[in-house]
């Protein structure tokens, strides 16, 4: 893929310049975050009872998957920032969809959602696990015809 179409090298340029900045929004993002996640847990700590109760871990808990969502999204864009494979990878935003999911159902209160809602969140696990288990099979299959092309 030497010879590039008019304004294909443009894009790839701006591409790169625009996860760039991406990268450093979602960088300031996790830093103010991890700070205001240490905030809330000295807060428990120094203010609370001598254990957590239950919606205080909660809320820091929440914090915490927060900070490692956000890593797992910057580190999903940043990494590719150097390579020359497209930039934003299905499987890895598929990935942090999972991440965000799982927090989700870590988190959910069961007595104040309703049946509707966790119908609608079940319905979201099975679509992106369906969706990556799809796209895991087909990078599967294309990494197995490379190889057997180049024998």
């Not at 991890?34 to 905030?39: D, M, N």
């Not at 797992?72 to 965000?100: C, G, Q, Y």
């Not at 087909?138 to 197995?144: A, R, T």
Request: charged letters at 20%; aromatic letters at 10%; one cysteine or more.
């Amino acid at each position: 893929m030497r010879r590039l179409i008019f304004g294909t090298r443009s894009y790839h340029w701006f591409e790169r310049l625009v996860v760039a900045a991406l990268t450093a929004l979602v960088s300031i993002s996790v830093v103010l975050t991890l700070i205001q996640s240490g905030v809330e847990l000295y807060q428990v700590v120094l203010t609370g009872p001598a254990l957590f109760d239950h919606n205080q871990f909660i809320k820091v808990f929440a914090s915490f998957m927060t900070v490692l969502i956000a890593l797992e999204f910057n580190h999903t864009v940043l990494a590719d920032i150097t390579t020359k494979k497209p930039i934003v990878k299905v499987r890895a935003v598929l990935l942090v969809a999972m991440l965000a999911l799982a927090r989700k159902v870590v988190l959910v209160d069961f007595k104040e959602v309703s049946y509707t809602s966790m119908l609608g969140l079940a319905v979201l696990i099975i679509c992106v696990s369906g969706a990556y288990w799809a796209v895991r099979r087909d990078e599967f299959l294309s990494e197995g015809e490379s190889e057997e092309g180049r024998d």
